[in-house]
């Protein structure tokens, strides 16, 4: 596709229950990166790939984050056992791999945990 | 101190003027400087990106990049309604790609 595609669009879980977040970068772009944005804040970095390889997972909250990019192109954050605090938005981002190429973003995931 | 700080806002402009937004930035060794537009409800839109100081247009839009005062700004010349919306001023530091936020400055353009 020509832009980043997340899915879904709106994700409502219970607490407790495990989700998993699909992003698809642009074609062709190596960096890969997952923000989460809560309302009314910038976003907040989370974790960044290049190709396979997961370089920064500095942002991610707890150890029931985890995301992954087995075949240096899809990737998927899964949060387990979610909790209400982690209701947010959740934004992919690609870029080409040269250092201060811009980010383009995907429509974004909306959590709701109940 | 936040590393990346914006004016929250919001501006507010008539129709036709220019907006005028500003960003300061914590690290100076940042290197490159992003704006995006996000819409509510929406993800963030690329506008505009500088590299070196001085000034970078696009159209209506121009980036300014000023590093010994660590500071970067957008202007919004003859401002329309539809550019009513939150800008975010985005850093990026030495060879992290890891990109830091301001939390936004809500501009609205007034008929």
């Known amino acids: 596709g020509a832009g980043v595609s997340q899915s879904p669009r709106y994700k409502v879980a219970k607490r407790g229950q495990d989700v998993a977040l699909r992003c698809d970068p642009i074609?062709?772009?190596?960096?890969l990166f997952w923000y989460q944005q809560a309302l009314g804040q910038g976003p907040e970095f989370l974790t960044y790939f290049q190709n396979e390889a997961q370089l920064d997972k500095s942002g991610l909250p707890s150890d029931r984050f985890f995301a992954e990019r087995p075949e240096g192109s899809v990737s998927t954050l899964k949060i387990q056992r979610t909790q209400q605090e982690d209701s947010a938005v959740y934004l992919c981002a690609s870029s080409l791999l040269q250092l201060n190429q811009p980010q383009h973003f995907g429509d974004g995931t909306r959590l709701s945990i109940l | 101190q936040k590393e990346v700080e914006q004016n929250s806002g919001p501006l507010s402009v008539p129709e036709g003027a220019i907006a005028s937004l500003n960003c300061t930035y914590s690290?100076?060794?940042?290197?490159?400087f992003f704006w995006y537009r996000q819409y509510s409800g929406k993800s963030p839109e690329l506008i505009m990106f500088?590299?070196s100081n001085g000034d970078k247009e696009d159209g209506r839009f121009t980036a300014q990049l000023n590093k010994a005062s660590q500071y970067v700004s957008l202007l919004i010349r003859d401002s329309q309604p539809s550019d009513s919306a939150t800008y975010l001023c985005?850093?990026?530091?030495?060879?992290?790609?890891?990109?830091?936020w301001g939390l936004g400055t809500s501009l609205a353009v007034n008929p």
């Open positions: 985005a850093v990026n530091a030495g060879n992290n790609r890891k990109l830091i």
């Open positions: 500088i590299y």
């Open positions: 074609s062709g772009h190596v960096s």
């Open positions: 690290d100076r060794g940042s290197q490159s």
